[in-house]
Structures are given as C-alpha cells and as structure tokens.
C-alpha cells in the first residue's frame, strides 16, 4: 500500500455501513480523491469533527490500487470554514461551489486553478462578501478553468458577431454561447437580459478582488441561474444543492444575496 500526502478540501461525503464514512476531498496535488474514514461516525473516532464539509486540511491515505478509494488516515484540519458552516445562505452557496468542483473534475485529475478558486470562494464567503455574487463569480472561472467558457461575442450556431443589443439575448447553453435573433427563431433558448451579458464580460476582466467587490444588481440572480443551467448541462442534471439554495433564498428574501452588502 503506497502513502499519499495531499493539501485538500473536503466536498462531500455520505456514510457507509456502521460507522464509517465515504469522503470526497478535492486536493491541490492530485484533483479528486476519494476516501473511507473508518470508524468516522463514532463517538470517539480520531477524526472529531475533521471531516466537515468545506474544512482545509492535510490529509495522509492509503492507496491500495485497487479501488477508486483510498483508505484515510489521518486528516489534520488546516481551516476549518466554520464561519462559512455557521451561515444557511453561505453554505448553501459553498455547498454548491463544492459540488461544482466535485462533479465537474475526475477523479486524480489535478487542477491547481480550480483548487485555488475553491479556496478564494469560501475566504470570501469567510470574509462576509454577499454569497451569491461570489458563487457567480467563482463560477464563471471555474467554468473556464475547466474549459467550458461560453461564447458572448457572435452567434454559436452561425458565426455572425452579436450586434450591441438591448433587451433580452437568446443564449443557447448547451450549444456554447449566444444566438442571433435569426438562429433563435423557434427555438426554446434561455432568454438573458443585455446588461447581465454586459456584466459577465466586465466580470471576466476583473481581477477576483475587483469581481467579488462590485455589486451584480438584477445581473447576479441572471448569471447564478446561467450558472446553474450550465453546470447542470454538463453533469447531465441539475446539481443537488440547487433547490437548497433557492429555498434559503426564498426563505430570507431579505438576505438574498445582493441586498446584504
Ligand atoms: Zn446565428
């Protein structure tokens, strides 16, 4: 059995028999990895609390070879992301985030960029920044980090630049990007208003400070709802935090993202 070291986030896990646990880390080094905490669920488990979703930690395992699954050791807490856990609309944003991550890469399959937006995310969430600009903001890049960034500057089916447009722009997620008016004929497309399109474009050229600082406005709810059609295409359905999120908002309308500067 060979012994692995990983700097790690933990995204999810769920429990397996008796007492022990299956959990989903996404590390710097080695992407998604996937684990048994033995005895996890127990009283007195040396793991106490470790394993949280959204905790940093350094994880040692086991790698028999055999299995998609390591054996977990040993999981010393690095961050813990108590103050992210502490906060329904937090969670529910970075619980998203996290399933993003966990759905989006394969297993062993680094991705330092996606690791290190993950972990400006729940800092930011940390920090007290509105949730749900910084789930669109972490978002949208890492969408990109992974390759899929859409197209906003022509038509995805024809090729013809977009003409600077007001009102509302068919966008084909599926198929990539926008759709002129001509190619949209008929078809049943995700309707996103121009200044939302304006807002992901200026998005895109800020710096992740820059991004998570300036308020979304209407844009925001627009762009975390492209988000989530986009991920939930890409997955083949829509994520399971999803409707998590859209109860807490529709529970603290009051909170709902934006309005809470
Ligand atoms: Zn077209």
């Not at 108590?82 to 937090?90: G, I, T």
């Not at 949209?184 to 995700?190: E, I, P, S």
């Not at 409707?243 to 309005?259: A, D, N, Q, T, Y």
């Amino acid at each position: 059995m060979a012994l692995g070291k990983a700097t790690a986030v933990v995204i999810g896990s769920f429990p397996l028999g008796e007492s022990d646990r299956v959990v989903t880390f996404f590390s710097r080094e080695r992407g998604k990895i996937r684990g048994v905490a033995k005895a996890a669920r127990r009283m007195r488990s040396r793991f106490s609390g470790a394993l949280e979703l959204l905790t940093v930690g350094h994880l040692v395992f086991f790698d028999g070879g055999r299995s998609d699954l390591v054996q977990v050791d040993h999981f010393d807490v690095i961050h813990p992301f108590d103050r992210v856990r502490d906060d329904l609309e937090r969670l529910g944003q970075a619980a998203w985030m996290a399933e993003c991550v966990g759905r989006l890469t394969g297993d062993r399959d680094p991705n330092p960029a996606v690791y290190g937006l993950l972990l400006r995310g729940l800092k930011s969430l940390e920090l007290g920044i509105a949730p749900r600009r910084v789930a669109v903001v972490f978002g949208l890049r890492c969408i990109e980090a992974l390759g899929h960034r859409l197209r906003i500057d022509a038509c995805v089916l024809c090729g013809r630049r977009r003409p600077a447009d007001r009102g509302p722009v068919p966008v084909d997620v599926e198929g990539g990007g926008t759709v002129c008016a001509g190619c949209a004929a008929g078809a049943d497309l995700l309707h996103l208003d121009a200044g939302s399109l304006a807002t992901l474009r200026r998005l895109r050229g800020l710096s992740w400070e820059e991004a998570t600082g300036s308020r979304l406005g209407r844009a925001g709810r627009e762009l975390r709802e492209l988000l989530e059609r986009q991920v939930g295409g890409l997955i083949g359905q829509p994520t399971r935090t999803s409707r998590f999120v859209r109860e807490i908002e529709r529970f603290s309308p009051i909170l709902g993202g934006e309005e809470r500067q």
